[in-house]
């Protein structure tokens, strides 16, 4: 059984999400569900996702349907900006958010450390 947590930081604008365990479709939408009813979210925040301690249901299948979610409700976000950290050791995983990210739905790029993922949802533009 999986686990997301989140917190916001208003002042950063941004949602640092953390997930851990294997995860299901279900799992993310309700996450999504959670960050944007929270009253301290705001549309124009950026997002960083720990997925390092995590699997996916059916990887591929989940994956895509929640960017699909995700495109149903983008106009509540707006555009955004997506970290994702993912562990460098898991070919499948970076694969799999490779895919993703060359998708082109949202900007998305990848990374090893929340360091780097920071320094990326920092820069404008």
């Known amino acids: 059984m999986g686990k997301i947590s989140y917190t916001i930081n208003e002042e950063k604008r941004i949602v640092y999400t953390k997930c851990t365990g294997e995860l299901t479709l279900e799992d993310l939408k309700k996450h999504a569900s959670s960050v944007i009813m929270d009253p301290n979210f705001h549309p124009d925040m950026n ?21 699909d979610h995700l495109r149903n409700i983008e106009h509540v976000r707006g555009g955004f900006k997506w970290a994702i950290i993912i562990n460098a050791k898991s ?17 998305i790029k990848l990374f090893e450390n929340r360091n780097e993922a920071e320094k990326w949802i920092s820069k404008t533009g």
């Open 47 to 67: 997002s960083i996702s720990d997925t390092r301690e995590t699997e996916l249901e059916n990887s591929f299948l989940t994956l895509f349907a929640f960017r």
């Open 91 to 107: 070919p499948d995983a970076i694969e799999l958010f490779k895919a993703l990210a060359s998708d082109g739905v949202f900007s």
